[in-house]
Nanobody, 118 residues
Framework: VQLVESGGGLVQPGGSLRLSCAVS????????VGWFRQAPGKTREVVAC????????YYADSVKGRFTISRDIARNTVFLQMTSLKFEDTAVYYC????????????WGQGTQVTVSS
C-alpha cells in the first residue's frame, strides 16, 4: 500500500494549488480517503474527506467554499483543489485512507508542504 502526495509549493495569498494523492494497493471506490494538515506547533486536523460509495464529501468549516476534494477512479488518485488560499492554510498536507471498520484513517502518505506567503 502506498499513498504519494504531490502538488505542494509556495503560493501567494489568494492563489490556488491542486494537491494529488496517488494510491496504490487499494481501489478508491472501496475506501474513504481524507486530506489532513498539520501546521507548525499545531495538532493535525482533517481538511476534507470523500467516502467510497456515492461518494459523499466532508469539509472542515475553515475550508468550505474554498477547497474541493475529488477523485479519479481510473487513475486511483484523489485531488484537493485549493483556492483563495490564506496564510493560515500553511501546513504539511497529508492524504490518508481508511481500511478500518470504525472509519479511522490508518494508511498515510508522507505529506507535501503548502506555504502561503507574500
Amino acid at each position: 500500500v502506498q499513498l504519494v502526495e504531490s502538488g505542494g509549493g509556495l503560493v501567494q495569498p489568494g492563489g490556488s494549488l491542486r494537491l494529488s494523492c496517488a494510491v496504490s494497493g487499494f481501489t478508491l471506490d472501496e475506501y474513504a480517503v481524507g486530506w489532513f494538515r498539520q501546521a507548525p506547533g499545531k495538532t493535525r486536523e482533517v481538511v476534507a474527506c470523500i467516502t467510497s460509495s456515492e461518494p459523499s464529501t466532508y469539509y472542515a468549516d475553515s475550508v468550505k467554499g474554498r477547497f474541493t476534494i475529488s477523485r479519479d477512479i481510473a487513475r486511483n488518485t484523489v485531488f484537493l483543489q485549493m483556492t483563495s488560499l490564506k496564510f493560515e492554510d500553511t501546513a504539511v498536507y497529508y492524504c490518508a485512507l481508511s481500511t478500518t471498520s470504525n472509519g479511522r484513517f490508518d494508511m498515510w502518505g508522507q505529506g507535501t508542504q503548502v506555504t502561503v506567503s507574500s
